[in-house]
């Protein structure tokens, strides 16, 4: 409650895509806890200077979200978001790096094994979970378009 206000003690310390380290006291009536302490981490800035980078750690949270339970610990997943954020920090996205963040989360979520099946892991997520972020189409297209472009680019040098 409160935790974003101006004169908060968190200020600056809480935005999307941040990595902290939280405390928290745990409310027995409600899911609505009390903030008690914050250290930031890594504010991950390059995501934020960059629309289609921040498209697509949007994205990577929400299928992160549609396959983990509320208040349920995943390290690998934790792991595998932080090594996605610490890559769009410093890159633009492309479809590879889409590709490879779906198949590294179907693969924790034992859905899907790259090595064993040839299938979309995308397809294999949203069969299990029942279905996929409706942002994935988009970035998808934008993606692809900008994977054309920088190609169409390297042909003419």
């Given at each position: 409650?409160?935790?974003?206000?101006?004169k908060?003690?968190?200020?600056?310390?809480?935005?999307?895509?941040?990595?902290a380290?939280?405390?928290?006291a745990?409310?027995?009536k409600?899911d609505l806890h009390?903030?008690?302490e914050?250290?930031?981490?890594?504010?991950?800035?390059?995501?934020?200077?960059n629309?289609?980078r921040?498209?697509?750690?949007?994205?990577?949270?929400?299928l992160?979200e549609?396959?983990t339970?509320r208040?349920?610990?995943?390290?690998?997943?934790?792991?595998?978001?932080?090594r996605a954020f610490?890559?769009?920090?410093?890159?633009?996205?492309?479809l590879r790096?889409?590709a490879?963040?779906?198949?590294e989360?179907a693969r924790?979520?034992?859905?899907?094994?790259?090595?064993?099946?040839?299938?979309?892991?995308?397809?294999a997520?949203?069969?299990?979970?029942?279905?996929?972020?409706?942002?994935r189409?988009p970035?998808l297209?934008?993606?692809?378009?900008?994977?054309?472009t920088?190609?169409?680019?390297e042909e003419?040098?």
């Open positions: 409650k409160g935790a974003r206000r101006a908060s003690p968190f200020a600056g310390k809480l935005d999307l895509f941040f990595e380290e939280i405390q928290i745990r409310s027995r409600s009390t903030l008690t914050v250290v930031l981490k890594n504010p991950f800035g390059g995501i934020r200077t629309y289609l921040t498209q697509t750690a949007a994205y990577f949270v929400e992160i549609i396959c339970e208040d349920h610990h995943e390290p690998e997943l934790f792991s595998l978001l932080r610490g890559y769009l920090d410093a890159h633009n996205p492309n790096a889409v490879h963040f779906e198949t989360l924790i979520t034992g859905v899907h094994d790259a090595k064993l099946l040839k299938g979309d892991p995308a397809f997520l949203g069969n299990l979970f029942g279905k996929l972020p409706l942002s189409t970035l297209k934008t993606l692809a378009s900008n994977d054309a920088q190609q169409l680019k003419l040098r």
